[in-house]
C-alpha cells in the first residue's frame, strides 16, 4: 500500500515539473535570439527517383557517393500535397540515400528569386528512440512497479531541469550558480522520489552536492591552470561563433560539462552509502561512532573500486573516435597528450572521479552526524 509521504512527493514532482515548463521561458527567453536558418524541417515522400549515378564509397560500407534526382512529395506545412524536384548529394560524411516510396525529413529554403528549393536533409530516425523509450520505460514499470515509476518520474524531472533551467542559463550571466543550484534541486527530488522524506535522502543530496562541487572546482583550477576552456570541447568553436553577439560565458561551459556528467555516478554512490548507513543504524544502534563510521566507509571502498571504473570508461567510449585517430595517424605521445580536446577528456574523467570518491567521505560523514548526532 502506497505511504501518504510517497504520493505527496509524485504530487509535488509533477507541480514542479508543470512550473518549470510553463513559467522558465518566460524568464529564459530573453537570453535567446531569433532563429539563425530561414529554412523549414518538413516531412515528405520521395515519388520518383528521375535519375541515379550513385556508387557505393570505397571507404565506408552502406554508405554512397554521387547525385540523385528525384520528385519529392511535402506531406506537411503550408506546401502540403505539392511535388517539387530535389537534388540529393551524397558522400562520405552524408549518405542519405533515397528511394521511391522513402518518406524523410526534408528542408524547405527560398532561393534568390523566392523560389521554395527543396533539399533532403536525413532520414526520420526519431520513431525508433520513441519505441526505445516506451521499452525502457515498460521495463521499468513491470520490474520496478511503484518504484520504477518514481524513478522514470525522476528522470523525467532531471531532462526537464536540465533543457529548461541548465541549458538556458548557460546563456546567462551567471551560469555556474544556476547549474549548481539546478542539479542540487535535482538531486533533492531524485531522492526525495527514491528514498522518501527520511534522512537517508538528506545524506544522500548534500553528499552527491559536495561531490559535484569538488569536482567543479578542480576542474575549473586545474582546467585555468591548463589554459583549457570551452571553445577547445567538441562544438566549442559554434558556440563562439553564437558567443560574439551575446553575453555568453563560454569559459562556464566546461565547469557545468563536468558537473553534469559526474552528478548520475555521484547520486548513485551517494544513495548507496546513505542506504548502507541507515542499515547497519537499524541493524545496531548502540555501535560507537568510530565504528560505525569504519563500516561506512568499508562499504564504501567496495563501491569506489567499480564506479571509478564506470565512470572512466564512460568518458573512454566518448573518446573512442579520437583515440583511433591518435593510433591511426601513428602520433607522438608528446604530441597528441597536448591536444586541448585529449586534455578535456582526461580533466572530466579525472576530476569526476575525484569528485565521485569523495562523496563516499562526504555522504559517511554527513550519515555520522544524521543518523548519530547524540553521540557524534
Not at 518518406?103 to 536533409?121: C, H, M, N, Q
Not at 559536495?210 to 589554459?227: C, D, S, Y
Amino acid at each position: 500500500m502506497l505511504k501518504g509521504k510517497e504520493v505527496s512527493a509524485v504530487l509535488l514532482t509533477f507541480l514542479l515539473i508543470f512550473l518549470i515548463v510553463f513559467i522558465s521561458p518566460r524568464f529564459t527567453q530573453t537570453y535567446r535570439k531569433g532563429a539563425m536558418y530561414t529554412q523549414t524541417f518538413v516531412s515528405g515522400t520521395v515519388v520518383e527517383i528521375t535519375e541515379d549515378n550513385t556508387e557505393e564509397d570505397p571507404f565506408v560500407d552502406g554508405r554512397f557517393s554521387g547525385n540523385q534526382k528525384m520528385k519529392v512529395r511535402i506531406n506537411e506545412g503550408e506546401y502540403k500535397g505539392k511535388i517539387f524536384d530535389s537534388t540529393n548529394t551524397l558522400g562520405s560524411l552524408r549518405s542519405a540515400v533515397a528511394y521511391e516510396g522513402l518518406t524523410a525529413v526534408f528542408t524547405i529554403r527560398l532561393d534568390s528569386s523566392g523560389k521554395p528549393v527543396v533539399w533532403l536533409y536525413n532520414y526520420n530516425r526519431a520513431p525508433y528512440s520513441y519505441a526505445l523509450v516506451i521499452i525502457l520505460a515498460l521495463l521499468v514499470l513491470l520490474i520496478g512497479r511503484f518504484k520504477g515509476f518514481q524513478s522514470l518520474l525522476a528522470l523525467i524531472f532531471t531532462a526537464v531541469v536540465l533543457l529548461y533551467i541548465v541549458v538556458p542559463a548557460m546563456w546567462s550571466p551567471h551560469p555556474k550558480i544556476v547549474a549548481l543550484s539546478s542539479l542540487f534541486v535535482i538531486c533533492v527530488v531524485s531522492f526525495i522520489l527514491i528514498a522518501g522524506f527520511s534522512k537517508k535522502a538528506v545524506a544522500a543530496a548534500f553528499g552527491t552536492l559536495l561531490g559535484i562541487i569538488t569536482a567543479g572546482i578542480i576542474a575549473g583550477v586545474f582546467g585555468k591552470a591548463m589554459r583549457l576552456s570551452g571553445v577547445d570541447m567538441e562544438k566549442g568553436e559554434s558556440l563562439l561563433y553564437l558567443a560574439q553577439n551575446r553575453d555568453f560565458k563560454i569559459t562556464s561551459l566546461l565547469f557545468v560539462s563536468i558537473l553534469i556528467s559526474t552528478l548520475g555516478a555521484t547520486m548513485d554512490i551517494a544513495v548507496s552509502i546513505a542506504s548502507s548507513a541507515e542499515q547497519l543504524h537499524e541493524a545496531n544502534p548502540e555501535m560507537s561512532v568510530r565504528k560505525y563510521f569504519a563500516s561506512i566507509m568499508a562499504v564504501g571502498r567496495d563501491i569506489i573500486g567499480t564506479m571509478t571504473n564506470t565512470l572512466i570508461l564512460a568518458f573512454c567510449g566518448s573518446a573512442l573516435p579520437l583515440a583511433m585517430m591518435i593510433w591511426g595517424y601513428s602520433m607522438d605521445y608528446v604530441q597528441f597528450i597536448n591536444i586541448p580536446l585529449i586534455q578535456i577528456h582526461i580533466l572530466q574523467a579525472l576530476a569526476g572521479s575525484i569528485g565521485m570518491v569523495l562523496s563516499v567521505v562526504f555522504t559517511a560523514f554527513l550519515s555520522v552526524l544524521i543518523f548519530r548526532h547524540k553521540r557524534a
